[in-house]
């Protein structure tokens, strides 16, 4: 399932990002403005770190913002790029542990971004029926609407990931 060519009725959210803990935020590329227009979206110095799970030109951050990019698509992931949504999770909570803020975005700031977010959540504790309760309050009811991806966190990614592992 893909947001924006396999479900045109996904909305664009009406925030750039929104707060889902202290610190760590969750956002995307586009917003619906005031006038329900579709707006890009362009961050700027806002925060500390941005994890891009997509990149389109434009967008930012400025290049004195320490900015991780890691293309995955809104579908199946290969256990490589479940490893680097891994990464990008336990970079997120360093940065927090830190006093840094972090904003995690992809397209529209539901899936992608919601799956890297969740893993953080659950690696500082939740459960991940919680960190999806708790990005849908927060973010859009609309968050994790790929139920692969609220699949994976329920297996938990480094679950998941294994059957990708090549045979030692």
């Known amino acids: 399932m893909r947001t924006r060519e396999g479900r045109p009725d996904v909305p664009a959210p009406k925030s750039p990002w929104d707060e889902i803990e202290p610190g760590l935020w ?3 590329h586009q917003v619906r403005g005031p006038a329900g227009r579709v707006e890009q979206v362009v961050v700027h110095r806002q925060f500390d770190l941005v994890q891009s799970l997509m990149r389109l030109p434009g967008h930012g951050p400025e290049l004195e913002v320490e900015h991780q990019v890691w293309p995955i698509p809104d579908g199946p992931l290969d256990g490589t790029q479940l490893a680097g949504v891994i990464r990008l999770a336990e970079a997120a909570c360093e940065a927090l542990d ?5 904003l995690v975005r992809c397209f529209h700031g539901y899936n992608r971004s919601g799956l890297v977010v969740a893993h953080a959540l659950m690696r500082r504790g939740r459960s991940a029926e919680d960190a999806i309760r708790l990005i849908r309050s927060r973010r859009s009811s609309w968050a994790l609407h790929n139920g692969l991806f ?3 966190l329920r297996a938990g990614l480094t679950t998941v990931r294994l059957p ?3 045979a030692e």
């Open 164 to 166: 990708e592992e090549p």
């Open 26 to 28: 969750m956002g995307g």
């Open 98 to 102: 830190a006093g840094r803020t972090v």
């Open 150 to 152: 609220v699949d994976y």
